[in-house]
């Protein structure tokens, strides 16, 4: 018993309450230097400036009441000093009960500019601001020595210090005034923290932060390169017994030369710049900003999102529990279908006379998947015959089915549909109640005839027939063209109820008394693909007719909504957003929310565990915890996609399929195999 004490007892010091699971991001805009503080039962976090829509916010603030849902509020320092010219870095607010004021410390660039940057101080009555500067700065000196400013009260003497420091020189501190207006008549500052103290890190020491724990005063920086194309930073500790110190580093406690308590990881680069608070159970946060991973992009450094994780001490220095979400590991591609290389070396003219177009290699493109029985999966695809889109007596693309016995580790096709005259593509598949398998396409005479057809297989897709025409505009040659008048990318859904219902990409109302380039429409049918009901608009926006949203994909979450991805080009340039729904038909009005680092081409999965994976022609793979609120991104499948669909194949595994560009030209369908972790 009392050996189970003494270890209860440890397990209390260790952490005194559960603390907060948060996903990260919680801002996933420009939010670099976050400084977070908890007053009056609210959580409020301060940045650097940024410009949002055109506007420059000097000091820019948040607000939340959880941790995780964060609303910018606006400039906590609207009017800017008059002895401050730009460059409005690195807040820190601090409420003191004695002067019963909330104090805003921060560095700007000088009017004069042979001051180079000084550090500044305001003051307000609520945690919003807005925050009033006492009139000159506090210090001004060379390059950007005198910036990152962290106020701190000693908890045990009550003495007012101001921390500070970068631009390769150490970090300071100095003792203030007892209403921060000043340095204390007498101070002078003192060195703690050097550069080239570390193996690595070590240019540059700036960003300090001083935390008291269990009688010792921690002292977070940050090093070195914040910024840019190459950044190279981290967040290091140091420890004393003093707010003064002297300070030992991590490295030099236990001999390893490295102080790092937070570095990059696959999904973050460059973190740093950290403040650290506590929550009303007393659990330890460190908030800092971050550059996304972003696999196969080049990296700028010109958005520095929020994020929050939780800090514990142990064995007397701070560990980081990183909250980097769900992540994926990756097997070598299976070929579904590598068609031989079809080639036109010449030009063949459009429907309608139009002029025609350079044709190059083709393969197969846009695979769509379908779970049947155990391990067997269909796979329905596009193949090149012949150019198509192209007034030809044969058509051009056809649909393919192939199957998989073994969890798409192997496929063999099984069927070829086809419409003479006309070309079909954009194919999906679903499995009735009863067996069958429907499949949905476009089959389109370029610019001239666009209808939406379903297709039955009561054979597992050996054999079909045409079912019905979800939709469809019929014009003379050329008719249908400039601006193109079609129905294009439908994929199905089942109901609450049973119903089938179907979505796809509308542009027969460009020519409306009220006119939209591209809508997403959606139909349902009463009998199980025979027929369809009215058309209902699912993403539009009223006023913006230049809006295309198009390629829908949806599910249905495991909190029983719905919910759609789609890409809207024109002025959204295609990137990717999100609708839900409750009951699968009944949708808001607009265009919804994006997702970030998606772009074109959507597709979206959920898991069994309620887990959202979204992937797009962007390559990158984003996975959400919270039905969409909040995503990360994580390892891509591919470096390069196109059209990609995703579906979970066993209870951590997934499938991403991609139209996989080829060295011979044109394309292949191909499938990789991922692992998914919690």
């Not at 559960?18 to 007053?39: M, S």
């Not at 994926?328 to 070396?345: A, H, L």
């Not at 005259?421 to 389109?444: E, F, H, M, P, T």
Request: charge should be neutral; glycine fraction near 10%.
């Amino acid at each position: 018993m009392k050996a189970l004490s003494i270890i209860a007892a440890m397990l209390f010091c260790i952490s005194t309450a559960a603390q907060q699971k948060i996903i990260n991001p919680v801002i996933d805009l420009d939010f670099p230097d976050p400084t977070v503080i908890r007053t009056n039962g609210k959580y409020y976090a301060y940045a650097t400036n940024p410009n949002r829509r055109g506007k420059t916010l000097h000091i820019q603030v948040a607000g939340s009441t959880d941790l995780q849902n964060w609303a910018i509020i606006g400039d906590a320092l609207p009017q800017k000093p008059s002895w401050g010219s730009h460059d409005f870095w690195a807040p820190h607010v601090i409420y003191d009960q004695q002067i019963k004021k909330y104090v805003l410390f921060y560095s700007a660039e000088s009017v004069d500019t042979t001051l180079g940057k000084c550090l500044g101080v305001a003051y307000a009555d609520k945690p919003e601001g807005p925050f009033v500067d006492k009139g000159t700065p506090l210090i001004c000196g060379e390059t950007f020595v005198n910036i990152d400013p962290m106020a701190f009260i000693d908890p045990v003497s009550g003495r007012k210090l101001l921390y500070w420091g970068s631009a390769h020189k150490p970090i300071k501190v100095q003792e203030m005034t007892d209403d921060w207006s000043a340095f204390k008549p007498g101070s002078s500052p003192k060195d703690l923290i050097f550069p080239a103290r570390e193996k690595k890190y070590d240019r540059l020491v700036e960003g300090a932060w001083v935390d008291y724990y269990n009688g010792k005063y921690y002292l977070y920086y940050s090093g070195d390169n914040c910024c840019g194309a190459n950044p190279s930073y981290a967040v290091l500790v140091a420890r004393a017994d003093k707010p003064e110190g002297p300070f030992i580093t991590l490295g030099e406690e236990n001999g390893t030369g490295s102080s790092v308590v937070l570095e990059m990881n696959e999904h973050w680069i460059g973190p740093g710049h950290n403040s650290i608070f506590t929550d009303a159970k007393g659990n330890r946060y460190i908030a800092y900003h971050a550059i996304a991973a972003k696999p196969g992009e080049k990296i700028t450094g010109d958005i520095r999102v929020f994020l929050i994780d939780p800090v514990e001490y142990r064995n007397g220095w701070p560990v980081v529990k990183r909250q980097n979400g769900s992540s994926i590991s990756w097997t070598d591609s299976v070929d579904v279908r590598n068609v031989p290389v079809f080639e036109d070396k010449g030009k063949v003219s459009e429907a309608g006379g139009t002029s025609g177009r350079s044709h190059g290699r083709y393969g197969a493109q846009y695979g769509r998947l379908l779970p049947l029985k155990g391990k067997t999966w269909l796979a329905g695809y596009t193949i090149s015959r012949n150019n198509g889109y192209a007034k030809e007596p044969d058509g051009g693309l056809e649909l393919e089915i192939a199957r998989s016995d073994d969890n798409g580790r192997n496929w063999k096709a099984i069927a070829t549909l086809s419409d003479p005259g006309r070309d079909l593509d954009n194919a999906q598949l679903i499995q009735l109640a009863d067996k069958s398998i429907l499949l949905s396409c476009r089959s389109v005479r370029w610019q001239e005839s666009y209808r939406l057809y379903v297709y039955r297989s009561t054979d597992n897709g050996l054999s079909w027939t045409k079912l019905s025409t979800i939709d469809a505009n019929e014009g003379k040659p050329g008719e249908l063209g400039k601006p193109d008048k079609g129905v294009y990318e439908p994929h199905f859904y089942m109901l609450p109820d049973g119903r089938l219902a179907v979505m796809y990409a509308s542009e027969k109302h460009v020519t409306d008394s009220v006119s939209y380039s591209q809508i997403i429409s959606q139909k349902i049918s009463p009998d199980q693909g025979k027929t369809w009901g009215h058309e209902i608009w699912v993403a539009y926006e009223p006023g913006h007719p230049e809006s295309r949203p198009g390629m829908p994909v949806w599910t249905r979450m495991k909190n029983g909504q719905y919910i759609v991805v789609y890409e809207i080009c024109g002025p959204e340039k295609c990137n990717v957003y999100y609708k839900t729904s409750k009951d699968g038909f009944t949708w808001p009005v607009g265009l919804g929310t994006p997702i970030p680092n998606q772009w074109a081409g959507p597709y979206i999965l959920s898991l069994s565990d309620g887990r959202l994976i979204v992937t797009s022609n962007k390559s990158n793979i984003s996975i959400s915890d919270d039905y969409g609120k909040h995503w990360h991104t994580t390892s891509a499948a591919w470096n390069r996609t196109l059209w990609p669909s995703i579906y979970q194949s066993g209870k951590k595994e997934i499938m991403v399929v991609n139209s996989a560009a080829r060295p011979e030209g044109g394309h292949a369908i191909k499938v990789r195999i991922g692992q998914v972790s919690e």
